[in-house]
């Protein structure tokens, strides 16, 4: 059997995984991307990944001796499903790691933007020690609106009660007696829209919620709201964001995430192929990412909410309960 895991950028992370899946057992360790190191990867039969490698039909197609890929992750977007079962390949991600992690850093954003830090930051820088237009407003009181009610959604109503914030949410699927449990009321969208003073989004990035934040929404959301989204950039449309943010309908944003994010982490991508006129839309949406990521009252991380020491270990862990488990014929965590 041959296994390897790609995007091996840190050495205590490879370390860690050798211990455990050590290369006398055929494991081997890769920094590069799938697409990078593919000539070296064709014998496999397990593979493990990260979001950057790509993992679609024409690619799988290089990989002729592939049974399993595991994925570090929660979401799934980077990989080919409907072509990976088509060859008889399994798929298992991980389901939950950094609920309460995710959950600290969309408050961490939240803060930045109720006390106006990269405001004073960029001031301080200029040493301008003068606190006008610096204002903020206490999280108390406020109407924090969640999307989602899955296990980082909790997370970030736990911490909405705690700071005495008056917590709505949306779910297709409701759970009144967590609400119960939890204090807050589950609403309509639409009616959580009109009433959030802070918004925030936990839901996966599916076709019924792509641009679930678009043009329709900010017409509905309440005038002066702020927005954060550390779950997938493509639940806010860029456009209806640019927009909203100059009529002063939204007064800041936090992302973690971008739509087409891609582009930013590897802008080499934008001298190639400008020729398509899917290529020239997402050019184009980056170019308008790179405008939001000056903006004063927009607080930009690059895709680092999971980013702990300990939601690492645990995705680690439960990585290699996915391989072994496989290799043993009994996969868990497997992505339908």
Same mark, same amino acid.
């Given at each position: 059997?041959?296994?390897?895991?790609?995007?091996?950028? !840190?050495?205590?992370?490879?370390?860690?995984? #050798?211990?455990?899946?050590?290369?006398?057992?055929?494991?081997?360790?890769?920094?590069? %991307?799938?697409?990078?190191?593919?000539?070296?990867?064709?014998?496999? !039969?397990?593979?493990?990944?990260?979001?950057?490698?790509?993992?679609?039909?024409?690619?799988?197609?290089?990989?002729?001796?592939?049974?399993?890929?595991?994925?570090?992750? %929660?979401?799934?977007?980077?990989?080919?499903?409907?072509?990976?079962?088509?060859?008889?390949?399994?798929?298992?991600?991980?389901?939950?790691?950094?609920?309460?992690?995710?959950?600290?850093?969309?408050?961490?954003?939240?803060?930045?933007?109720?006390?106006?830090?990269?405001?004073?930051?960029?001031?301080?820088?200029?040493?301008?020690?003068?606190?006008?237009?610096?204002?903020?407003?206490?999280?108390?009181?406020?109407?924090?609106?969640?999307?989602?009610?899955?296990?980082?959604?909790?997370?970030?109503?736990?911490?909405?009660?705690?700071?005495?914030?008056?917590?709505?949410?949306?779910?297709?699927?409701? #759970?009144?007696?967590?609400?119960?449990?939890?204090?807050?009321?589950?609403?309509?969208?639409?009616?959580?829209?009109?009433?959030?003073?802070?918004?925030?989004?936990?839901?996966?990035?599916?076709?019924? %919620?792509?641009?679930?934040?678009?043009?329709?929404?900010?017409?509905?959301?309440?005038?002066?709201?702020?927005?954060?989204?550390?779950?997938?950039?493509?639940?806010?449309?860029?456009?209806?964001?640019? !927009?909203?943010?100059?009529?002063?309908?939204?007064?800041?944003?936090?992302?973690?995430?971008?739509?087409?994010?891609?582009?930013?982490? !590897?802008?080499?991508?934008?001298?190639?192929?400008?020729?398509?006129?899917?290529?020239?839309?997402?050019? #184009?949406?980056?170019?308008?990412?790179?405008?939001?990521?000056?903006?004063?009252?927009?607080?930009?991380?690059?895709?680092?909410?999971?980013?702990?020491?300990?939601?690492?270990?645990?995705?680690?862990?439960?990585?290699?309960?996915?391989?072994?488990?496989?290799?043993?014929?009994?996969?868990?965590? #497997?992505?339908?």
């Amino acid at each position: 059997m041959k296994a390897a895991f790609v995007e091996m950028e !840190e050495e205590w992370q490879k370390a860690y995984l #050798q211990n455990e899946l050590p290369e006398k057992d055929g494991f081997s360790y890769f920094q590069g %991307t799938v697409e990078e190191s593919l000539e070296a990867l064709r014998e496999m !039969e397990v593979l493990s990944v990260f979001i950057k490698s790509k993992v679609y039909r024409s690619l799988l197609a290089g990989l002729p001796k592939l049974r399993f890929i595991a994925t570090r992750s %929660t979401g799934f977007e980077h990989i080919d499903l409907e072509a990976a079962r088509e060859r008889g390949i399994v798929v298992s991600n991980v389901p939950a790691y950094g609920e309460n992690t995710v959950a600290e850093h969309a408050f961490a954003l939240i803060l930045s933007l109720s006390r106006n830090l990269r405001k004073a930051y960029l001031r301080t820088l200029q040493n301008n020690f003068s606190i006008d237009n610096l204002m903020g407003f206490d999280l108390k009181g406020k109407t924090l609106g969640v999307v989602g009610t899955g296990h980082i959604g909790v997370h970030v109503i736990r911490i909405g009660v705690a700071f005495g914030m008056k917590v709505i949410a949306s779910d297709a699927k409701e #759970q009144r007696i967590l609400s119960e449990a939890l204090n807050f009321d589950y609403v309509s969208f639409e009616e959580l829209l009109k009433r959030s003073d802070i918004l925030t989004l936990h839901v996966p990035f599916l076709p019924g %919620t792509r641009h679930l934040i678009g043009k329709k929404a900010i017409r509905i959301i309440k005038k002066g709201a702020i927005l954060i989204n550390t779950a997938r950039g493509g639940l806010v449309d860029t456009d209806a964001l640019v !927009e909203a943010l100059d009529k002063g309908i939204l007064s800041g944003a936090g992302l973690d995430v971008l739509e087409e994010e891609e582009f930013i982490l !590897e802008e080499k991508r934008l001298l190639e192929g400008t020729e398509n006129e899917e290529h020239w839309k997402k050019l #184009q949406t980056t170019l308008k990412n790179h405008v939001l990521l000056h903006r004063e009252n927009v607080v930009y991380t690059p895709h680092m909410a999971f980013y702990s020491r300990e939601a690492v270990q645990r995705i680690l862990d439960t990585t290699i309960e996915n391989i072994r488990a496989f290799l043993s014929r009994k996969p868990v965590n #497997q992505v339908k």
